[in-house]
C-alpha cells in the first residue's frame, strides 16, 4: 500500500509539472497577444489603413502556413505577427515621445515554448 501511495504521488507530481509547464506556455501567448493589440491599437491611432493592415496580417499567414516543428504553431503566428506590426515605417517614423512609451514594442523578443 505504501508503494501504491508513493506511486500515486510521482504522479500528482509529474501532473503538477505539465499544468505548471502549461500556465508558462499559456501567459507566454498572453504576454506576446498583448504585445500584438497594443502595436495594432498604436496603428490604429496612426490611422493606419485597414488596407494596410490587411496585408501585413495576410503576409503573416503566409510566412506561416508551414509550421517549424518544435515550435507551437499559435505562438508562432503570433510572433511573426509582432515582428510584422512593429516593423511598420509609421511606428519607426513616430516622434521621439511617442516611441519612448513604446520601446519595448519595437524591439520584439524571441521566445521560443
Known amino acids: 500500500e505504501l508503494q501504491q501511495k508513493v506511486e500515486e504521488t510521482e504522479l500528482l507530481k509529474m501532473e503538477l509539472q505539465m499544468l505548471e509547464t502549461e500556465r508558462?506556455?499559456?501567459?507566454?501567448?498572453?504576454?506576446?497577444?498583448?504585445?500584438?493589440?497594443?502595436?495594432?491599437?498604436?496603428?490604429?491611432?496612426?490611422?493606419?489603413?485597414?488596407?494596410?493592415?490587411?496585408?501585413?496580417?495576410?503576409?503573416?499567414?503566409?510566412?506561416?502556413?508551414?509550421?517549424?516543428?518544435?515550435?507551437?504553431?499559435?505562438?508562432?503566428?503570433?510572433?511573426?505577427?509582432?515582428?510584422?506590426?512593429a516593423a511598420c515605417e509609421l511606428l519607426q517614423s513616430q516622434p521621439a515621445e511617442k516611441a519612448q512609451s513604446g520601446q519595448a514594442l519595437s524591439n520584439p523578443l524571441l521566445i521560443s515554448c
Do not use: N, W, Y
Open 24 to 85: 508558462v506556455r499559456l501567459s507566454l501567448v498572453e504576454e506576446k497577444l498583448m504585445d500584438v493589440l497594443q502595436l495594432l491599437q498604436q496603428l490604429r491611432d496612426l490611422h493606419v489603413s485597414k488596407r494596410a493592415l490587411g496585408k501585413i496580417l495576410l503576409s503573416t499567414l503566409e510566412s506561416c502556413s508551414d509550421p517549424q516543428p518544435g515550435k507551437a504553431h499559435l505562438f508562432e503566428v503570433l510572433d511573426t505577427l509582432h515582428q510584422e506590426l
